[in-house]
């Protein structure tokens, strides 16, 4: 009771705002667990859904699989979703610590091997699928991880180069930066999606997925720059000072004392920069591409089974909230372990 | 004035005060010292309920703190607080730091509120400075500028939580006028501070706490000359030896 | 080179001037129609952009800064409803939100016929949302409503998704902002008898606003960024119209440089006043 006293009723305006609230849900609770519960339809059946008055989670039961494979072959399905597997666990045995050894990296490459061949077959018996129909969760997470890869020892140059006291290297970083960051990604998709092919010679075709990546990695290398650049400010001036004073050259001071410092303190805000990434993927359906929500969305142009958008995002927003708040709950634990 | 009864606080699973009995008369001045952790700061915030106590009584001028937000506020315009930090507002200057809480909680008018203000810069001898920012004077001035700010509430009551730490040494002394003065005139005090020179000077009864008790309390012609307990001949031995 | 004159690519904005020939679903301010130029097409983007993006960032602004400091609050139920709230919008891709928007108002809403109709004057159907202006009211009349004027489900469900989002953005920045104001000045004022409505207002956001604005401006960047998921939902916004451009004239490289000439200014123009208010507001 005093609990209640202080924390819902401690002043005259809270008591109004509690009971407020109070009222808010109680108009609003009922009858959403009525819409999303009692009344919804579970069965894959569309007549049902349609006759019903709550959600049509069926939709979800007959089409999930579409929505986390995409176009992939029906009955090779096992092999995304090892692939997937696979990829998820080696994010996760990266996030901890204990593992930040040397070996990491060959981990990364045997792990990538692996999906690669699970992905592509045509080897070991399994039949060759061609990488436009890759599609679904998949998609999105290797977007994710190759451009996170490739973006990051990008990103490390150009924040170094930011720093850098020769002009031209310096203005070309900043202009980088700055221009990437101006623009909207979306921006960045098309000019990948449509100037790309028209500068290569004729006859030479870049895979659509290539492209989207390339533009992906740019995007991501410029954001991820600044990131690192905080962090490289937030080192006390003392170890450059110390660095200096060792006569070490410029790599080997970068790379043994300043980079490892720089990227601890920036760690939080990485991941938060890579939580940001991950979402920004699903802007790849814009081009074409056939990512998670590119499936979700797609999947309610069947005749039958269209008008049932409001259960397909709800369904895809639990799906990239269950990935987005466990990278988030990572960063927030990170933080309180230094 | 204050009458605190039996008094403990707990931080978690941490007593910081154990079972405290104090009280402080009108018109009285009382140092309260102790070793760091003995529970002195955590003390003199209870009495306008910065912290609050867990068991035992604290009433102030006759009201009893409780969570009762209305007899909280009751207490605070009574009592006026001068911290270790000064904790000035710096996007304010100096003559609005002292008519912010006149005009906002006692509803005096702008222009006597400022009237008001100028007359307590006097007091404290800095009025040249009423439209300089926070930051832009000394830590002496600061701090008197804080002892000023309070006194524009006209309070029965000043708490100060170690008014001098944080100044360097050449400024203590202006703070320590000041803080004699206004001792002078009659004004109840408590004091957390290391400052024995201004014990002796003033305080008509020093507390010394430990651990969260109140170890030993007398005058200061006593406390300094004749301490009885074995921790407050250490803790004096300490202090005064430098 | 071969391949782009294999294409014909006329580089140049010559193209500017013909006729677009194509239509343009609504347009904030200016008037248009299919016999005007490219040109004015991707004005009437422009436009479209900064209409959507001014308004979405007054809505943002508002509502984050008062989802924060309900999250400041004591009070239990508003601490932990804004929390879920900010938690939720923050790990939920844009995207997947805007199309959710627009689904519920276009599955969710009743057809025009049993439109809700809140407030006198105001009516909410899946062909959007229909409010009197100062010179008429909108009426039905036979399918539709005629008169007023209407936000449509495209526009509306942009607004909603893009304003929710960033609200949330904008929250977390305000709450930080408060959160790394000195606790002793929080004491201080207290101590002097001041209300916590008033400690807030007079004492700690003044202080909290040198914190906060610097991200905040960059969250306004990213609401005008983010726009541009306009094309995606059928807004005509720049991106929209240069595409549909791009389309039908093969200009693609004009093209993707306006969209992107137009973005650099606003962001230039966004960072330069940033660094004029850092510059005035130092302590003094």
């Known amino acids: 009771m005093n609990w209640a006293r202080k924390n819902l009723f401690a002043s005259w305006p809270e008591t109004v705002v509690t009971l407020l609230i109070l009222w808010l849900i109680w108009k609003t609770v009922p009858p959403f667990i009525d819409w999303a519960f009692l009344d919804a339809v579970w069965r894959p059946d569309q007549k049902a859904c349609r006759a019903g008055e709550g959600a049509c989670w069926g939709f979800i039961a007959e089409k999930h699989r579409f929505i986390l494979f995409g176009t992939y072959p029906y009955e090779l399905h096992w092999r995304p979703l090892a692939a997937t597997a696979i990829l998820i666990g080696l994010w996760v045995f990266s996030a901890f610590r204990a593992n930040w050894k040397w070996w990491l990296s060959l981990v990364w490459v045997f792990g990538l091997a692996v999906i690669g061949i699970l992905m592509w077959g045509g080897v070991f018996g399994m039949r060759y699928v061609e990488n436009e129909r890759w599609g679904g969760l998949i998609l999105t997470l290797l977007l994710t991880t190759f451009g996170l890869a490739f973006a990051f020892p990008l990103s490390i140059l150009l924040a170094l180069g930011r720093r850098s006291d020769m002009p031209v290297i310096r203005g070309l970083c900043v202009g980088y930066i700055e221009l990437i960051r101006g623009v909207p990604l979306i921006s960045l998709l098309f000019m990948a999606s449509v100037m790309l092919p028209l500068f290569l010679p004729s006859g030479v075709t870049i895979d659509k997925l290539l492209r989207a990546q390339i533009a992906m990695i740019l995007f991501a290398a410029a954001y991820l720059a600044e990131v690192i650049r905080g962090g490289l400010q937030a080192i006390p001036k003392g170890q450059y000072d110390a660095a200096h004073a060792l006569a070490l050259p410029f790599w080997r001071r970068t790379c043994l004392i300043i980079l490892p410092q720089a990227l601890r303190i920036a760690v939080p805000a990485l991941v938060n920069n890579f939580i940001a990434f991950f979402k920004d993927t699903s802007l790849v359906l814009i081009i074409g591409l056939f990512d998670l929500l590119s499936t979700v969305k797609i999947s309610l142009n069947e005749p039958a089974w269209t008008g049932f958008g409001v259960e397909a995002y709800v369904f895809a927003s639990l799906l990239y909230f269950v990935f987005c708040a466990a990278m988030s709950r990572y960063s927030k634990g990170f933080e309180h372990q230094r | 004035m204050i009458e605190m009864i039996k008094v403990s606080k707990w931080f978690g699973l941490f007593q910081a005060l154990k079972e405290v009995d104090l009280s402080v008369a009108r018109g009285e001045k009382v140092v309260v010292c102790g070793p760091s952790g003995s529970g002195k700061s955590t003390l003199i915030r209870l009495v306008n309920r910065l912290e609050e106590h867990q068991s035992g009584r604290v009433i102030v001028d006759g009201v009893e703190l409780t969570d009762d937000p209305k007899k909280i506020d009751l207490v605070r315009r009574e009592v006026g607080m001068v911290f270790q930090s000064f904790n000035l507002f710096p996007h304010l200057t100096v003559l609005e730091n002292l008519t912010l809480a006149p005009v906002w909680v006692q509803q005096v008018p702008k222009k006597e509120a400022a009237e008001t203000a100028m007359h307590f810069l006097a007091r404290v001898r800095i009025p040249e400075q009423a439209d300089k920012y926070p930051s832009q004077l000394s830590g002496g001035q600061q701090q008197r500028v804080a002892i000023a700010r309070a006194l524009c509430m006209k309070p029965k009551l000043m708490l100060f939580d170690e008014p001098t730490s944080a100044l360097d040494p050449e400024m203590i002394k202006e703070v320590l006028d000041v803080m004699v003065e206004l001792a002078r005139e009659g004004m109840t005090m408590m004091v957390v501070t290391h400052e024995m020179g201004f014990a002796k000077t003033v305080a008509d009864r020093v507390v010394f706490m430990d651990g969260g008790r109140v170890v030993e309390a007398a005058p200061p012609a006593e406390f300094f000359s004749a301490p009885r307990t074995d921790r407050a001949k250490l803790f004096l031995s300490q202090v005064l030896g430098h | ?284």
């Open chain 3, 1 to 284: 080179m071969a391949n782009l004159e294999e294409r014909r690519i006329a580089s140049g904005l010559g193209f500017l001037g013909r006729e677009a020939g194509f239509e343009i679903g609504e347009s904030a301010f200016l008037r248009y129609s299919a016999a005007d130029s490219y040109l004015r097409a991707l004005l009437v983007g422009i436009t479209n952009t900064l209409a959507v993006a001014v308004i979405g960032v007054v809505i943002a602004t508002g509502l984050g800064t008062a989802i924060g400091l309900f999250r400041l609050s004591r009070n239990f139920l508003l601490k932990t409803l804004s929390a879920g709230y900010i938690e939720f919008i923050r790990n939920v891709p844009l995207l997947v939100q805007l199309f959710f928007w627009y689904a519920v108002i276009t599955e969710g809403m009743p057809g025009s016929r049993e439109a809700l109709s809140p407030l006198p004057g105001v009516f909410l159907s899946n062909r959007g949302i229909f409010f009197p202006t100062f010179s008429s009211t909108p009426e039905m009349q036979g399918f539709n409503f005629v008169g007023g004027a209407v936000l449509t489900p495209e526009f509306a469900a942009l607004l909603i998704g893009l304003a929710t989002y960033t609200a949330a953005f904008i929250a977390e920045i305000v709450r930080a902002g408060i959160l790394a104001v000195d606790r002793g000045q929080g004491e201080a004022a207290h101590a002097l008898g001041l209300s916590r409505p008033q400690t807030t207002r007079l004492v700690i956001l003044p202080q909290a606003l040198r914190v906060i604005i610097p991200p905040m401006t960059s969250q306004y960047l990213n609401l005008t960024k983010n726009s541009s998921l306009a094309v995606a939902i059928g807004y005509p916004d720049l991106v929209s119209i240069a595409n549909t451009t791009m389309n039908q004239t093969g200009q693609a490289i004009e093209g993707i440089a306006i969209i992107m000439g137009v973005y650099l200014t606003i962001s230039l123009s966004i960072s330069a006043f940033m660094n004029w208010y850092n510059a005035r507001i130092v302590f003094k």
